[in-house]
């Protein structure tokens, strides 16, 4: 495979050494791999269409086919998981959060329909402009 020159969205090697173990192979070689990772940062951190992937790199129907295979198998979420588990042990935190917190205000706007509360608030403000 002829090395290309490196886009600002490629994988540093520490990076991609950190992603190996969580992304499947199963057929596909790691610098293979790694150039369809790579491709699918481009897509995703450019905006550009998956046809527009520029030609040095892979096919822009295979970078789509491996990027919805890795939705599918949730690998997405997997590195998500174990990532930000990461950074949260680094940060001396546990590596679950604990704590949910809720907006109790929106919870109640979500159950009346946000029409209905917006009313009542307007309602209760042309009745205390009369005051």
């Not at 940060?91 to 809720?102: C, F, K, N, Q, Y």
């Amino acid at each position: 495979m002829e090395k290309r020159k490196a886009y600002p969205t490629d994988l540093k090697d520490k990076e991609w050494e950190r992603l190996l173990p969580l992304i499947p192979l199963k057929r596909t070689k790691p610098d293979m791999m790694r150039e369809y990772i790579n491709a699918i940062l481009y897509v995703l951190r450019t905006g550009c269409s998956w046809r527009m992937l520029p030609h040095d790199f892979p096919n822009w129907s295979t970078v789509y086919d491996v990027f919805q295979k890795l939705n599918r198998t949730n690998t997405w979420q997997k590195i998500n998981h174990a990532l930000r588990a990461e950074v949260r042990v680094a940060s001396d935190r546990e590596a679950e959060p604990s704590v949910l917190i809720g907006d109790s205000q929106s919870a109640k706007t979500t159950e009346k329909g946000a029409h209905a509360a917006l009313m009542e608030l307007n309602k209760s403000k042309d009745e205390s402009a009369t005051l």
